[in-house]
Each structure stands twice: as structure tokens, then as C-alpha cells.
């Protein structure tokens, strides 16, 4: 199985600044590399996918990229919003099981 | 519109089997790949496998396989998920989506409680 490991597992931060969510693959998954966002109470809402394609009515201050090498991506949310505290997860469709990381929890500063 | 509209809160027995409904527009029914994906409180997520209704095609995790059976009702275009045998550590809210690659509409949950 593909292990998807996420860093940090949580971080404080303010709004109005840019934070960068690292999610890595135990070998290389291609960009076959999604981002969910995970609200309490709620169901995952996805917001990336193919390590850089927005989901129709995501915000453009999120961004996936990824590492030539296919293992290493990151999430980035410049000018962090009110909305935007939450968990978030990266998973892997490149084999089954289709795994996900742990998740990241930004959290107010 | 996309709808995925699943069945309530459960409650059930260890041992016994719990069987969750996700009722799909006819759109997602016919052309989309149903996963399931569960969260145990206070967890992350784990894939469960999934199923196109279609064609009946059906993949399961391998932690699951032998206990979870995914089946599919065209009259009604709604997807099922059958757990048995199961132990307080299925405690967990269990999500439908659609898709495979991509999963890019997710039902509301359908809470599972496992307790004697």
C-alpha cells in the first residue's frame, strides 16, 4: 500500500497569511494527488485535484504543486481566511487502496 | 443536480451488520463509480472501496474484505454497503462520493455506532 504522510500535523496561523500544507507519498504517485477539506461535523469537501486542478467554486487563494520526483506536494492557502480554519487531507488515486494522509489541522492563532 | 443522500444514525450490536444506503441522482447511478470512505471519531479517513453500479464492479479493502459487500439497486439508483461482524472499532461515520480518481461529491454521512 501507497503511504500518504502529511506535515505538519497541525498548525497555528492568522488571517491574512499564507500557510503550506506538505503531503508525501512512500513512492511515486504520478499527479494522481487530491486535497479534501474537512470542516467538524461535516463531510469532506474536495478542493484539488491532479495535484493542481481547483474544484469548481474553490477560492484561487488555494494552490496544489508538486515535486518533479511525483512524491512530494503541497497545499498552499495564501491570505488565510476565517473559513479556511479546518482539517485537510491529501489522498493518493494513483493504486489501491486508495490512501489518505492523516490529515493537517489549521487551527487560529 | 448531484445528490448523494444517505440513511441515518445506526446503532447496533457487536457481531451483528449494519447496512447504509446512499441513494444517487440517475446521472452519478449511471455513469459514476460510488465510493466508500469512513472516519472513526476524532480519525482520519480510510477508503473502503467502491462500486459502479453499472457494471457492478466492485472493489474492497483488503482489511475489509470478507466482512463489507457493496450492492446497487437500479429501480431506486441506490448504492448499499454492508458491514457484518462488527466490532466496536467500526464505530464511524461512513461516507458515499463520487468517483474513483476524483472524488468530487460526497454525501451528508451516515453515523454507525457499534455497542453492546
Known amino acids: 500500500d501507497i503511504q500518504m504522510t502529511q506535515s505538519p500535523s497541525s498548525l497555528s496561523a492568522s488571517v491574512g497569511d499564507s500557510v503550506t500544507l506538505t503531503c508525501r507519498a512512500s513512492?511515486?504517485?504520478?499527479?494522481?494527488l487530491n486535497w479534501y477539506q474537512q470542516k467538524p461535523g461535516q463531510a469532506p469537501r474536495p478542493l484539488i485535484h491532479?495535484?493542481?486542478?481547483?474544484q469548481p467554486g474553490v477560492p484561487s487563494r488555494f494552490s496544489g504543486s508538486a515535486s518533479p520526483s511525483g512524491t512530494d506536494f503541497t497545499l498552499t492557502i495564501s491570505s488565510l481566511q476565517p473559513e479556511d480554519f479546518a482539517t485537510y487531507y491529501c489522498?493518493?488515486?494513483?493504486?489501491?487502496?486508495?490512501?489518505f494522509g492523516q490529515g493537517t489541522k489549521v487551527e487560529i492563532k | 443536480q448531484v445528490h448523494l443522500m444517505q440513511s441515518g444514525f445506526e446503532v447496533k450490536k457487536p457481531g451483528s451488520s449494519v447496512k447504509v444506503s446512499c441513494k444517487a441522482s440517475e446521472v452519478t447511478f449511471s455513469k459514476f463509480q460510488i465510493t466508500w470512505v469512513r472516519q472513526a471519531p476524532g480519525q482520519g479517513l480510510e477508503w473502503m472501496g467502491g462500486?459502479?453500479?453499472?457494471?457492478?464492479?466492485?472493489i474492497y479493502a483488503q482489511k475489509l474484505q470478507g466482512r463489507v459487500a457493496f450492492t446497487a439497486d437500479a429501480s431506486t439508483t441506490t448504492v448499499y454497503m454492508e458491514l457484518s461482524s462488527l466490532r466496536s472499532d467500526d464505530t464511524a461515520v461512513y461516507y458515499c462520493a463520487r468517483g474513483d480518481v476524483h472524488l468530487d461529491y460526497w454525501g451528508q454521512g451516515a453515523p454507525v455506532t457499534v455497542s453492546s
Open positions: 513512492q511515486s504517485i504520478s499527479a494522481y
Open positions: 491532479g495535484v493542481s486542478s481547483l
Open positions: 489522498q493518493q488515486t494513483y493504486s489501491n487502496p486508495r490512501t
Open positions: 462500486i459502479i453500479p453499472v457494471y457492478g464492479t466492485k
